[in-house]
């Protein structure tokens, strides 16, 4: 099995009989990629570039960070105040990881309000427990 430690992954080459992944002819194997996980994934799936969800952005996010990939979303869009999905103004929320529209965030925020609501309170029953202790 080779690896590729910059990617993560290892090509994986079945020469078994048994299984159906060669072509018809039998000349030509398959290959398939085995990911961190140990998933495979044939090297068409894995070859896919990743890219922006957001319409004409032409950003090449071969090497960015893993966080954008996974949500296919550019660094740049990912912070910019104000987008356009769909044909409404939106921003990403950094606790959901989606886009929301404007309405839906305290002024320059970066989280939504609901899960602001969630945090501010989960924050402020820590800090009530911690102060019960004290007494």
């Not at 103004?89 to 002024?107: A, G, K, T, Y």
């Amino acid at each position: 099995m080779e690896t590729n430690k910059a990617e993560g992954k290892g090509i994986v080459t079945d020469n078994d009989e048994e299984e159906e992944d060669e072509d018809v002819e039998g000349d030509n194997k398959k290959k398939r990629v085995l990911t961190l996980s140990g998933r495979k994934i044939s090297g068409a799936e894995g070859s896919i570039k990743p890219y922006c969800q957001i319409e004409d952005c032409t950003t090449d996010m071969t090497d960015s960070k893993t966080y954008h990939r996974r949500h296919k979303v550019c660094e740049f869009h990912a912070k910019s105040p104000v987008v356009w999905v769909s044909g409404k103004q939106q921003r990403f929320c950094q606790q959901c990881s989606r886009f929301h529209e404007l309405s839906e965030f305290d002024e320059a925020k970066r989280s939504c309000r609901r899960r602001l609501a969630g945090h501010n309170e989960r924050r402020r029953k820590s800090s009530y427990d911690s102060q019960e202790g004290r007494s």
